[in-house]
């Protein structure tokens, strides 16, 4: 992994300096030449086309793995976001990532077909961990929705290199998807009013006067495009149920959908407390699906905590015996 981070970040650091771009755009256009074979950027100085030659010819060394990709990839995007970051370009941490994998895996245990939809892909990082965890001749396909064009070039470079079937658009999740409703969604919610008031007169969950909560709009379309049984995995802010517009919420998820587990992530992992992150599993109502004898509560313990977490990961496994 080392190795493969060091390739993609001198190479990204020589056509940021060529081209005069940001280290991140300079990211994609590593990647894609990576992903090509070929250096793809015209009119490069001798000396700059030598030393990526150079990088680049240290990669087929190895047959990476799609996480050694990964995790390579996600340590260059945190030095990218280093620069300047917006809030909407911030990652899903990577120990939340990968326990969102294993609750998925549990919860889609037997069946060898998913698809998977991430409304707010971002960079592709939770989306391919869930891909990268997935048990040995499980076929995994996904879509992924992206309004922020550099993100979602992000997230095309990262799926290519770790060669996951996943088709990204680059729209407004919260307006028409032309995709088929999927097995899944997985999601690190958007948290913030949405400015658009007139798409979201479309929406159930829509406030009465003045701007919508973009996370409440993004469950509502996430149900709207999951199939009938199918799961839902959200990171939600711990202050979800308690606005204003929470009862409506309320109703809606009773509506549509069987409370399946609601676990809380370690306070600590956030610089801020009201930043705080729960993980909410649901499940879309339909012929199969049925709801637990007993929703899964939990307050995780910190991830760095061998013990407790073993301790944890027992005390889930009990959970799917006696309710799935």
């Known amino acids: 992994m ?81 620069e300047g970051v917006q809030a909407n370009h911030e990652m899903t941490p990577d120990a939340v990532g990968l326990f969102c994998s294993y609750l998925f895996h549990k919860f889609f245990e037997g069946q060898n077909e998913i698809s998977v939809l ?11 961990a869930i891909f990268n965890n997935s048990p040995e001749g499980t076929n995994m396909s996904g879509y992924g929705v992206e309004v922020d064009d550099l993100l979602l070039r992000l997230a095309f470079v990262n799926a290519n290199l770790q060669k996951h079937s996943i088709e990204l658009f680059n729209q407004d999740a919260l307006a028409s998807l032309y995709i088929d409703p999927a097995d899944a969604v997985v999601c690190d919610l958007p948290v913030g009013y949405y400015p658009n008031e007139i798409q979201a007169n479309d929406y159930v969950l829509k406030a009465e006067t003045g701007m919508s909560y973009a996370h409440h709009l993004f469950i509502e379309q ?51 407390e009201k930043n705080a992150k729960s993980i909410f599993v649901l499940q ?13 509560l939990a307050e995780l313990p910190k991830f760095s905590n061998v013990q407790a977490m073993e301790g944890m990961m027992a005390q889930i496994g009990q959970w799917f015996e006696e309710n799935k």
């Open 284 to 296: 879309k109502k339909g012929t199969n699906a049925a709801a637990p004898k007993q929703v899964m």
């Open 2 to 82: 080392e190795t493969l981070f060091s390739i993609l970040d001198e190479s990204a650091i020589v056509l940021r300096k060529e081209l005069d771009i940001t280290y991140l755009e300079a990211l994609v256009e590593t990647g894609d030449n990576v992903f090509e074979g070929t250096i793809l950027q015209e009119g490069l100085r001798d000396s700059a086309i030598e030393r990526l030659n150079r990088e680049y010819g240290k990669f087929p060394d190895k047959q990476y793995k799609g996480e050694e990709i990964r995790k390579a990839f996600q340590l260059c995007l945190l030095k990218g976001m280093k």
């Open 222 to 272: 996430s149900v709207k495009y999951t199939k009938e049984g199918g799961y839902l995995f959200f990171l939600i802010p711990n202050f979800l149920f308690e606005s204003e517009q929470a009862p409506k919420l309320n109703t809606f998820l009773k509506e549509q959908c069987y409370i399946q587990g609601l676990l809380q992530l370690p306070v600590s992992m956030f610089k801020n």
């Open 118 to 128: 991430d409304p707010a892909v971002g960079t592709g990082n939770l989306l391919t």
